[in-house]
C-alpha cells in the first residue's frame, strides 16, 4: 500500500502574462520559496531586478485571498511561501526592419507568476490560546536598573589609593637633563 502524502492547506495567486521571460522571474521566485512573507516582501523590495515587482503583486494578492477566506483564520505575517514558480506564457512574435529589406524576429516572452501560500508550522505551534500559555517574569524597566547600578557604584569606596603610574624611560631621561641643567 502506498503512503498518502499529506499536503497542507495552501492559499494561490497568479499572475498571467507578465511581460518577462520566465528565465527571469524563476530567478526571483526560488528566491523566496519557503521564506516567511515578510521575509519574502523584503528580499523583494530590495531585489534590483525588474521583475519583482510583479511578483511582490502576486504576494500581496495572496496574502489578501488567505486574510479574507472566512473559513480560515490565517494572519498574513504567519504564512510562508510553499510553492513559487513562473511558467512560460504565450511569445509575442513582432519584425524588425534590417538592412537590404531583410527582417529580423524579435521574441516579446511571457510568463504565468504562481504563489501558494501556507501556514508557517512554527507559527501554529507558537499561537496557543492565553490560557494554555504560561505568563512571561517582567523585565524590571531600563530606568529602574540604571539607578541600582549607579547606586552600588556609588556605595563602593575605594580600599587604597591608587599607585603612581611607572614613568616611561624617555620621560625619566629628560627629568635628569633638567635637574643636571638646573644645578
Known amino acids: 500500500m502506498a503512503a498518502v502524502e499529506t499536503r497542507p492547506q495552501t492559499v494561490r495567486a497568479q499572475a498571467k502574462w507578465v511581460h518577462s521571460s520566465a528565465r527571469k522571474a524563476r530567478l526571483v521566485t526560488d528566491l523566496i520559496r519557503g ?33 479574507s477566506r472566512p473559513d480560515l483564520h490565517w494572519n498574513g505575517d504567519d504564512l510562508i511561501v510553499f510553492t513559487a514558480y513562473a511558467d512560460e506564457g504565450p511569445t509575442l512574435k513582432r519584425w524588425r526592419a534590417r538592412a537590404r529589406g531583410r ?8 510568463c504565468h507568476i504562481t504563489l501558494e501560500l501556507a501556514p508557517n508550522p512554527r507559527a501554529l505551534v507558537s499561537n496557543k490560546p492565553q490560557a494554555e500559555a504560561k505568563p512571561r517574569a517582567q523585565r524590571a524597566p531600563k530606568a529602574a536598573a540604571e539607578t541600582a547600578v ?6 563602593e569606596e575605594p580600599t587604597a589609593t591608587p599607585a603612581p603610574a611607572e614613568e616611561k624611560p624617555k620621560a625619566a631621561r629628560r627629568r635628569k637633563k633638567t635637574e643636571e641643567s638646573d644645578s
Request: aromatic share 2%; charged share 30%; proline share 2%.
Open 103 to 110: 527582417v529580423a524576429r524579435i521574441r516579446k516572452r511571457t
Open 35 to 67: 521564506r516567511s512573507v515578510p521575509e519574502a516582501r523584503t528580499i523583494l523590495a530590495f531585489s534590483q531586478r525588474a521583475v519583482a515587482k510583479d511578483i511582490e503583486k502576486v504576494l500581496r494578492s495572496a496574502v489578501a485571498n488567505a486574510e
Open 150 to 155: 549607579a547606586t552600588a557604584a556609588t556605595v
